[in-house]
């Protein structure tokens, strides 16, 4: 006999709740690193055009200068599905395990947001590869629309020659305000990606992982009255910086700790939406879909999805270093 899961609608209802919760607890930073764009179509394209002309000088009666935007590169997006399900058992609802069905309801909410800040981080901890091998067995690109890796020393414009670099390629210092300089210098050096003109970066956000020496070096930077070390104990003008914790950089795609990517240290410009490159295009959040109806000896089978895609559409909005002093 089949029942409908209407006739138990407070369980739904309190699992709605405690999977809500779950979400809201995680320590989500995907929303701080990324445009998140909503979408309606499984795919689309973006497409990068030059920053608008320099304005000319015009005589008094004449017409104003009309700029002609170039095309710069393209990058395409296809919407992917993740999905988790979490079985509740007809022994589970006979014998009263409340607290154990809602605790696996907490689980699946943590479960999608990790996901997909291990998406999100990605692009972070690759960033000095094209591509690597997800959870799934499937080959993500991690690119950017040059076709280099998001860390590189030759970047390209579409309609120039010029290229630039964001990375610091020689030995040098683990990360102190020293490479802080060394990072805001290169981003001095960032060019339009559409016409090659000189279009310097304007860095507001360290990104790092969890490394705690790292945290914390930069946090003492950040939060110094005076700059220790300097030769007259100068004042520290980093405080404008803000500090983002990425908790997965460090971890490989089968979610194991990787060492040589702990020191990882981003510089970037995030709060400008014209000049953030990372993406992600979702046709649907994270949901929480409960079962309409099932047999009265069955397993119910709530579930939590969401569809995305996600990338980088420009790479003069960050400079890196590995962390460690070595060169690249």
Same mark, same amino acid.
């Given at each position: 006999?089949?029942?409908?899961?209407?006739?138990?609608?407070?369980?739904?209802?309190?699992?709605? #709740?405690?999977?809500?919760?779950?979400?809201?607890?995680?320590?989500?930073?995907?929303?701080?690193? %990324?445009?998140? +764009?909503?979408?309606?179509?499984?795919?689309?394209?973006?497409?990068?055009?030059?920053? @608008?002309?320099?304005?000319?000088?015009?005589?008094?009666?004449?017409?104003?200068?009309?700029? !002609?935007?170039?095309?710069?590169? !393209?990058?395409?997006?296809?919407?992917?599905?993740?999905?988790?399900?979490?079985? #509740?058992?007809?022994?589970?609802?006979?014998?009263?395990? %409340?607290?154990?069905?809602?605790?696996?309801?907490?689980?699946?909410?943590?479960?999608?947001?990790?996901?997909? /800040?291990?998406?999100?981080?990605?692009?972070?901890?690759?960033?000095?590869?094209?591509?690597?091998?997800?959870?799934?067995?499937?080959? *993500?690109?991690?690119?950017?629309?040059?076709?280099?890796?998001? +860390?590189?020393?030759?970047?390209?414009?579409?309609?120039?020659?010029?290229?630039?670099?964001?990375?610091?390629?020689?030995?040098?210092?683990?990360?102190?305000?020293?490479?802080?300089? /060394?990072? /805001?210098?290169?981003?001095?050096?960032?060019?339009?990606?559409?016409?090659?003109?000189?279009?310097?970066?304007?860095?507001?956000?360290? +990104? !790092?992982?969890?490394?705690?020496? !790292? #945290?914390?070096?930069?946090?003492?930077?950040?939060?110094?009255?005076?700059?220790? =070390? @300097?030769?007259?104990?100068?004042?520290?003008?980093?405080?404008?910086?803000?500090?983002?914790?990425?908790?997965?950089?460090?971890?490989?795609?089968?979610?194991?700790?990787?060492?040589?990517?702990?020191? %990882?240290?981003?510089?970037?410009?995030?709060?400008?939406?014209?000049?953030?490159?990372? #993406?992600?295009?979702?046709?649907? =959040? +994270?949901?929480? /879909?409960?079962?309409?109806?099932?047999?009265?000896?069955?397993?119910?089978?709530?579930?939590?999805?969401?569809? %995305?895609?996600?990338?980088?559409?420009?790479?003069?909005?960050?400079?890196?270093?590995?962390?460690?002093?070595?060169? *690249?």
């Amino acid at each position: 006999m089949a029942i409908s899961t209407a006739q138990f609608s407070d369980l739904t209802k309190n699992a709605m #709740v405690q999977w809500e919760e779950a979400r809201k607890e995680f320590n989500s930073v995907r929303q701080s690193l %990324y445009n998140i +764009i909503n979408v309606s179509e499984k795919t689309s394209e973006y497409s990068n055009i030059s920053s @608008t002309p320099t304005a000319r000088r015009r005589s008094e009666g004449d017409d104003a200068y009309k700029g !002609t935007l170039k095309q710069g590169y !393209t990058k395409n997006f296809s919407q992917s599905e993740i999905a988790l399900q979490v079985d #509740v058992t007809k022994q589970l609802r006979m014998f009263d395990k %409340y607290d154990e069905i809602m605790k696996r309801m907490r689980q699946m909410g943590r479960s999608a947001e990790r996901r997909m /800040e291990l998406d999100a981080a990605s692009l972070l901890s690759y960033a000095w590869a094209t591509s690597y091998t997800n959870l799934d067995g499937e080959t *993500v690109t991690t690119s950017t629309p040059d076709g280099l890796s998001l +860390i590189n020393p030759s970047h390209t414009a579409n309609g120039s020659s010029n290229t630039f670099s964001n990375e610091i390629s020689s030995t040098h210092k683990p990360i102190s305000v020293d490479v802080l300089e /060394e990072l /805001e210098e290169l981003g001095n050096n960032f060019i339009d990606e559409a016409d090659g003109r000189s279009m310097p970066a304007n860095f507001d956000s360290i +990104i !790092t992982g969890r490394h705690a020496p !790292t #945290v914390h070096t930069v946090k003492r930077i950040l939060l110094s009255d005076r700059l220790q =070390g @300097t030769a007259d104990n100068d004042k520290n003008d980093f405080y404008m910086y803000n500090h983002i914790i990425v908790p997965f950089l460090d971890l490989d795609a089968d979610e194991t700790r990787n060492s040589d990517k702990a020191r %990882y240290c981003f510089l970037a410009s995030l709060g400008n939406m014209d000049d953030n490159g990372f #993406v992600i295009e979702q046709s649907q =959040g +994270i949901q929480f /879909e409960a079962p309409e109806q099932v047999f009265e000896s069955s397993t119910w089978q709530y579930m939590t999805t969401a569809l %995305y895609d996600f990338g980088t559409i420009r790479a003069g909005f960050l400079a890196a270093t590995k962390g460690d002093g070595s060169a *690249v």
